[in-house]
């Protein structure tokens, strides 16, 4: 069983459509969650970090921990065309892990307009 | 801003061929990274370094070594080329201690072994 779970889609929606985006993981150990945004033939890029269990909102987007439940939710409002991309979930626990990313498969998001 | 370059796009190679993979970060990060990155298994952690000629095994490390001789520069070597290993490599950067050990990603070298 892998330690980070996320359903790969791919997911398809209508411009204004809200989009959510979830990961599992087994690893209690997990303190440190990102979401990752990755377009079309290029590298990845941070969206959004959060620390623990909670909300963190910026914009159009809301990221959730529940560590209770092993469960990281990724949420987009009003999504639009130019957040067709792949979404990556990670995680990483503290202490001296030198940053090592712990990556979900990715999911696949086209939203048409 | 912070840069992430790879030496190539886009890489052909034949099988049992030795493959120079080369990574440059001009912000002066202490952690550099490399993955590869296939369908539906997302990214994998091949080798990290943490300092100038430290290195520490990922999860998939078999077949490949790294290099890091200078603090900007890492390199991934396939010491010989196999068909399995045609992925897309993605290099990365982190400075501990900012953002949350924020990583930075290269735009990546597709490599094909035929």
């Known amino acids: 069983q892998k330690e980070v779970e996320q359903d790969p889609g791919p997911l398809s929606v209508p411009e204004g459509a809200i989009v959510s985006l979830n990961c599992t993981y087994s690893n209690s150990a997990f303190q440190y969650f990102m979401w990752y945004r990755q377009y079309s033939r290029k590298g990845p890029e941070l969206l959004m970090y959060t620390y623990s269990s909670g909300n963190k909102e910026d914009g159009r987007f809301t990221a959730q921990v529940d560590k209770s439940s092993k469960y990281i939710s990724l949420f987009i409002r009003d999504s639009q065309p130019s957040d067709s991309a792949t979404y990556l979930c990670a995680m990483r626990a503290g202490g001296t892990s030198y940053g090592k990313l712990t990556f979900g498969q990715g999911t696949i998001l086209t939203v048409h307009p | 801003d912070v840069k992430v370059t790879q030496s190539s796009r886009y890489l052909v190679k034949r099988t049992g061929e030795k493959v120079f993979l080369e990574c440059v970060q001009d912000m002066d990060h202490e952690n550099m990274f490399w993955y590869r990155q296939d369908p539906g298994l997302g990214l994998r952690l091949i080798y990290f370094s943490y300092d100038v000629k430290m290195k520490e095994k990922g999860d998939i490390p078999e077949g490949y070594s790294v290099s890091r001789e200078k603090k900007e520069r890492f390199s991934l070597i396939l010491e010989s080329a196999s068909t399995n290993q045609t992925s897309m490599y993605l290099c990365?950067?982190?400075?501990?201690?900012?953002?949350?050990?924020?990583?930075?990603f290269g735009p990546g070298t597709r490599l094909t072994v035929l």
């Open positions: 990365a950067s982190s400075l501990p201690g900012t953002r949350n050990n924020e990583q930075f």
